[in-house]
């Protein structure tokens, strides 16, 4: 369902609101940890100074919890769950060698509570950029981890988490969540998190492709690097934002049936969802350019695989960062002319080369080579060439995000990294019989045409999408003009 209000209007009405903050306060682990240094692992070393958050939208509880409770609720599991994911109440610290290390001295986790003037249905969760960063997820202070309750004024809460990327990735960032569920809801333990860095351990003699020098840099060598003429599209300062987006279940399964065309076996979701992206984002470029993109203009599509598959069942709980990013490089011209069948071949080409041991082993034993210096994912340089790069969140736990008081009706990720490389999470929708919630952060005239070309697809995200508004809410608030669920598949 769609808004009878115009954007302006609708973005007016529900992002515009006030956010009183009433506490602010430290919680340690609950148990006493002896003080200790726990190195980074390689992997982590490729990330940059980066966060993320995540927040979790609740209706008001049936049972009748009151705000206060469910805070203190919130904070004594959340005090207990640190006592196994120790590491988010410590520090981050350079070493002599100007590495970041962990420092686990239960300095604690910065907890903050607030109130908000408005109600969840009316929240424009469409525009994370006015309606939630800022108001309702924290802006961290100091820490790997800072934590924010919002009372809303229909009685809902919204929880939400901000984390460092260079200690926690995704995945590690889903088990603390879970656990800290867990413990709220007063439920049997599922997760004990591993920080055994020996798992990651570079080998004797180092062995990796020369193949890793086309995915990462060294920032020692940026400088020295060249980079390719900017795109006409580009000429003009055009600032990022973040949006989020419904895609229903038969569109999703679509995707999947074009991009498989001729296969004996299907392809992946994420490899269709990528390919159809990839096709729009291509042809928007491509239109953008004026009078045409320059000869040889390519756009970029990168994709975060997790390696923990591929290393082995003892890596299924390990707590970092376990990810690396290849990606394909594809000529506009080229991508206004492929069908969606073709380019989710080459998706799951450089995909395949990457979804290995021996691509991990090799990546750790080249960040090995290159200590102490630092290293960058390709991708994100040169910002003039059009690039995105698409993290699959399918294996996010949102109906495990219980804590006592029911799922969450939503819950993402907001990763806006202030990069015109662009940035797609596509999640499951709570209970959603298959549809995704599809976080999108791209420059502003791709996120136009990203609505123009394919609006019946990403369709903005409402409260009536999450089931919170009544058939006389729904009169109300004009939501009468229904989108279709077919696919216009690029040619």
Same mark, same amino acid.
């Given at each position: 369902?769609?808004? @009878?209000?115009?954007?302006?209007?609708?973005?007016?009405?529900?992002?515009?609101?006030?956010?009183?903050?009433?506490?602010?306060?430290?919680?340690?682990?609950?148990?006493?940890?002896?003080?200790?240094?726990?190195? %980074?692992?390689?992997? !982590?070393?490729?990330?940059?100074?980066?966060?993320?958050?995540?927040? /979790?939208?609740?209706?008001?509880?049936?049972?009748?919890?009151?705000?206060?409770?469910?805070?203190?609720?919130?904070?004594?599991?959340?005090?207990?769950?640190?006592?196994?994911?120790?590491?988010?109440?410590?520090?981050?610290?350079?070493? /002599?060698?100007?590495?970041?290390?962990?420092?686990?001295?239960?300095?604690?986790? !910065?907890?903050?509570?607030?109130? +908000? !003037?408005?109600?969840?249905? !009316?929240?424009?969760?469409?525009?994370?950029?006015?309606?939630?960063?800022?108001?309702?997820?924290?802006?961290?202070?100091?820490?790997?981890?800072?934590?924010?309750?919002?009372?809303?004024?229909?009685?809902?809460?919204?929880?939400?988490?901000?984390?460092?990327?260079?200690?926690?990735?995704?995945?590690? +960032?889903?088990?603390?969540?879970?656990?800290?569920?867990?413990? =709220? @809801?007063?439920?049997?333990?599922?997760?004990?998190?591993?920080?055994?860095?020996?798992?990651?351990?570079?080998?004797?003699? @180092?062995?990796?492709?020369? *193949?890793?020098?086309?995915?990462?840099?060294?920032? *020692?060598?940026?400088?020295?690097?060249?980079?390719?003429?900017?795109?006409?599209?580009?000429?003009?300062?055009?600032?990022?934002?973040?949006?989020?987006?419904?895609?229903? =279940?038969?569109?999703?399964?679509?995707?999947? +049936?074009?991009?498989?065309?001729?296969? #004996?076996?299907?392809? /992946?979701?994420?490899?269709?969802?990528? =390919?159809? &992206?990839?096709?729009?984002?291509?042809?928007?470029? #491509?239109?953008? =350019?004026?009078?045409?993109?320059?000869?040889?203009?390519?756009?970029?599509?990168?994709?975060?695989?997790?390696?923990?598959?591929? &290393?082995?069942?003892?890596?299924?709980?390990?707590?970092?960062?376990?990810?690396?990013?290849?990606?394909?490089?594809?000529? &506009?011209?080229? %991508?206004?002319?492929?069908?969606?069948?073709?380019?989710?071949?080459?998706?799951?080409?450089?995909?395949?080369?990457?979804?290995?041991?021996?691509?991990?082993?090799?990546?750790?034993?080249?960040?090995?080579?290159?200590?102490?210096?630092?290293?960058?994912?390709?991708?994100?340089?040169?910002?003039?060439?059009?690039?995105?790069?698409?993290? *699959?969140?399918?294996?996010?736990?949102?109906?495990? &995000?219980?804590?006592?008081?029911?799922?969450?009706?939503?819950?993402?990720?907001?990763?806006?990294? @202030?990069?015109?490389?662009?940035?797609?999470?596509?999640?499951?929708?709570?209970?959603?019989?298959?549809?995704?919630?599809?976080?999108?952060?791209?420059?502003?005239?791709?996120?136009?045409?990203?609505?123009?070309?394919?609006?019946?697809?990403?369709?903005?995200?409402?409260?009536?999408?999450?089931? %919170?508004? #009544?058939?006389?809410?729904?009169?109300?608030?004009?939501?009468?003009?229904?989108?279709?669920? /077919?696919?216009?598949?690029?040619?």
């Amino acid at each position: 369902m769609a808004s @009878g209000l115009s954007k302006e209007e609708d973005t007016k009405q529900q992002c515009y609101y006030s956010v009183r903050v009433s506490r602010r306060e430290r919680v340690a682990a609950v148990l006493p940890l002896q003080e200790h240094w726990l190195p %980074l692992s390689n992997l !982590d070393l490729l990330l940059p100074a980066l966060h993320f958050d995540i927040f /979790s939208c609740y209706k008001k509880p049936t049972n009748g919890t009151c705000f206060s409770t469910m805070v203190s609720v919130l904070r004594a599991a959340l005090a207990q769950t640190l006592v196994s994911f120790y590491p988010l109440a410590g520090e981050l610290v350079s070493n /002599s060698q100007g590495e970041p290390e962990l420092l686990c001295n239960n300095h604690g986790v !910065d907890f903050i509570e607030a109130h +908000a !003037d408005v109600e969840l249905k !009316d929240l424009c969760l469409y525009n994370p950029d006015q309606s939630v960063e800022g108001k309702l997820v924290p802006t961290k202070l100091e820490g790997l981890l800072c934590v924010q309750a919002t009372e809303l004024k229909c009685g809902g809460i919204v929880v939400a988490c901000m984390f460092d990327h260079r200690i926690t990735d995704a995945h590690s +960032a889903n088990m603390f969540l879970v656990t800290w569920a867990e413990t =709220a @809801g007063v439920r049997p333990i599922s997760i004990t998190p591993s920080f055994r860095r020996s798992l990651l351990n570079p080998r004797r003699p @180092g062995c990796y492709d020369e *193949s890793f020098n086309l995915l990462y840099t060294p920032l *020692s060598l940026l400088p020295l690097m060249i980079t390719t003429p900017a795109a006409s599209y580009s000429e003009n300062e055009d600032h990022s934002i973040s949006r989020i987006y419904c895609i229903t =279940a038969e569109d999703v399964q679509a995707m999947q +049936a074009a991009a498989s065309a001729g296969l #004996s076996s299907k392809r /992946s979701k994420l490899e269709a969802f990528s =390919a159809f &992206l990839w096709s729009i984002i291509g042809k928007a470029v #491509s239109n953008l =350019a004026a009078p045409s993109p320059p000869a040889g203009e390519v756009c970029r599509m990168g994709i975060v695989v997790d390696g923990r598959g591929r &290393l082995g069942c003892h890596m299924a709980n390990y707590f970092g960062n376990v990810l690396s990013i290849p990606y394909g490089s594809l000529n &506009l011209d080229e %991508l206004q002319s492929m069908q969606l069948c073709h380019v989710a071949d080459k998706v799951h080409e450089f995909l395949e080369e990457a979804a290995t041991e021996e691509h991990f082993r090799g990546m750790i034993d080249w960040v090995e080579s290159i200590r102490p210096d630092k290293a960058v994912a390709k991708i994100y340089l040169d910002e003039r060439t059009p690039s995105l790069v698409v993290s *699959s969140g399918q294996r996010f736990p949102v109906d495990n &995000l219980d804590f006592g008081w029911g799922s969450p009706v939503l819950a993402s990720y907001h990763f806006p990294w @202030g990069s015109n490389t662009g940035y797609v999470m596509p999640m499951p929708m709570p209970c959603g019989q298959g549809d995704w919630v599809v976080y999108v952060h791209l420059p502003s005239r791709l996120i136009k045409a990203l609505e123009d070309e394919s609006g019946h697809v990403f369709q903005r995200l409402t409260a009536d999408h999450l089931g %919170l508004i #009544s058939t006389a809410d729904t009169i109300n608030h004009g939501l009468c003009c229904c989108f279709g669920t /077919s696919v216009t598949v690029p040619n």
